[in-house]
Structure formats: C-alpha cells, structure tokens
Nanobody
C-alpha cells in the first residue's frame, strides 16, 4: 500500500508563488507516474501536471503551462509542484496521486491508484 502526504499549501496574493511537496511511503512502483490534480468548490477534479519516472516526461494542462513546474526525486519517493504567477482561478484543493503503470503520462483521474488528502491553495486578488 502507498500513503501520500501533501504539504506547502497556503494563502498567497495574485502573482505570488508556492511550492507544493508530496511524500510517498510504503510500496513503491518503479514504472509509475505521479501527478497533481486540483478541485475547486462546485467544480470537478481536474488534471494539473504529471511526471513519468521511467521516461522523465512531463505534461501540463494548458492553463498552467509556463507558470507551474513539476519535478521529482524517485529515490526519495517525492514529487514537487512549483507554482509561479498564481491567479485567483488557481484556488483549489491540490491532490497528489500515483499511477502504478505510468508507461506514458496519464492525465485522467481513473488512471491513478493512490491519492493524498489534499492541501488547500488560496490565491487572493
């Protein structure tokens, strides 16, 4: 079993930055991918970014390209999300997730097997 714990969320003004961290414990998967999703009140959970451990490839949703950067340390079982130039519409609970068989870069919730509890990000105008 895999347990994920997110941290780094908080309150920031528009244009500011935050760095989210996700630490994994328990069973690890060498062929896995890790990703970030977010969910705002009244909205569906949406994909933000992902990284494949096997290939190093990354993928971002259009709304965060050029502003967010995903990175990871497979040896440490950790993944990070650097968020710059934050906008009020980025306000959401951010979730870290693991896909056991990330041969590509999965971008849908159904492709992920383990989830963290989430960390709140609030961007004020």
């Amino acid at each position: 079993q895999v347990q994920l714990v997110e941290s780094g969320g908080g309150l920031v003004q528009a244009g500011g930055s935050l760095r989210l961290s996700c630490a994994a414990s328990g069973r690890t998967f060498s062929r896995s991918a890790m990703g970030w999703f977010r969910q705002a009140p009244g909205k569906e959970r949406e994909f933000v970014a992902a990284i494949s451990w096997s290939s190093g490839r990354t993928y971002y949703t259009d709304s965060v390209k050029g502003r967010f950067t995903i990175s990871g340390d497979n040896a440490k079982n950790a993944v990070f999300l650097q968020m710059n130039s934050l906008k009020p519409e980025d306000t959401a609970v951010y979730y870290c997730a693991v896909s056991r068989y990330g041969w590509g870069v999965p971008t849908t919730s159904s492709e992920y097997d383990y989830w963290g509890q989430g960390t709140q990000v609030t961007v004020s105008s």
